[in-house]
């Protein structure tokens, strides 16, 4: 059984930083691309940061470029996201997520099939 288990959320100002982790279990993790997607209240859950089976490959949201850094440590089975910069927009549930076979990284939702249970980020400003 498959299970994503996001930490690392909380509660920072503006300009701050968190560290997401998102740590596997019941899968090879290697033959899994994973992604990051957050939920805002009222909004629909949107990509956030993909990164292909063995991290060559990233994908980011034009929002994020450049203060978000997604990877991966496959001995450990887990995937981070380093979020600097951090804005009140960034606010939200973030929610880890992996395809079941091993493709490149992909932003598309609908290409996922397991997820986590979510994380709580808030930034205020």
């Known amino acids: 059984q498959v299970q994503l288990v996001e930490s690392g959320g909380g509660l920072v100002q503006a300009g701050g930083s968190l560290r997401l982790s998102c740590a596997a279990s019941g899968v090879t993790f290697s033959n899994y691309p994973m992604g990051w997607f957050r939920q805002a209240p009222g909004k629909e859950r949107e990509s956030v940061a993909a990164?292909?089976?063995?991290?060559?490959?990233?994908r980011y949201a034009d929002s994020v470029k450049g203060r978000f850094t997604i990877s991966r440590d496959n001995a450990k089975g887990t995937v981070y996201l380093q979020m600097n910069g951090l804005k009140p927009e960034d606010t939200a549930v973030y929610y880890c997520?992996?395809?079941?076979?091993?493709?490149?990284?992909?932003?598309?939702?609908?290409?996922?099939?397991?997820w986590g249970q979510g994380t709580q980020v808030t930034v205020s400003s």
């Open positions: 990164i292909s089976c063995y991290g060559r490959s990233t």
């Open positions: 997520a992996a395809v079941y076979r091993c493709v490149g990284p992909t932003m598309r939702e609908s290409d996922y099939n397991y």
